[in-house]
């Protein structure tokens, strides 16, 4: 994850193809077009909300920043590039505009210091999980009957 970014000024994140799962230490996103799913690691649990609801990601940034335990220019870099992988993986997709809203940054943040966010991208069960009968079910029809 070490690509110099242009980070946009507010992403949101892509309902129409993922879905995802906040752990304590990772977040769990779901391709649900071809079953790929990535796990997100480090910091990723802390700041999650805020980005994928658009929040400005330098707000976010500058949130994290302000715990002080890493130096700045590593938070600045990690979280653009992080941000960066995502919009190329159409996990998250641009928005010129920041939301407004107040920032929720996970209470944890608060306390815990500053990981990079990590990216690991799996296809080991992608058979499995586009074979699922779920997605061969037809709208006007329902399920199959025998």
């Known amino acids: 994850m070490n690509r110099k970014v242009n980070t946009p000024a507010a992403v949101r994140f892509n309902h129409d193809?993922?879905?995802?799962?906040?752990f304590d230490r990772e977040v769990i996103v779901l391709n649900m077009i071809d079953g790929t799913y990535y796990a997100f690691g480090g910091s990723t649990p802390q700041f999650w909300e805020d980005l994928v609801s658009g929040r400005s990601i330098d707000r976010i940034i500058a949130a994290l920043e302000d715990r002080g335990s890493t130096?700045?220019?590593?938070?600045?870099s990690s979280v653009s590039s992080f941000v960066g992988a995502l919009m190329e993986e159409q996990i998250l997709l641009f928005q010129d505009v920041d939301t407004g809203a107040l920032l929720r940054l996970n209470q944890s943040a608060l306390i815990a210091p500053f990981a990079p966010p990590t990216i690991e991208k799996h296809v080991d069960m992608q058979d499995l999980l586009t074979l699922d009968p779920i997605h061969d079910v037809e709208p006007e029809k329902g399920w199959p009957r025998s």
Not at 17 to 22: C, P, Q, T, V
Not at 71 to 76: E, F, G, I, T
């Open 71 to 76: 130096a700045l220019s590593d938070v600045r």
């Open 17 to 22: 193809s993922f879905a995802y799962e906040i």
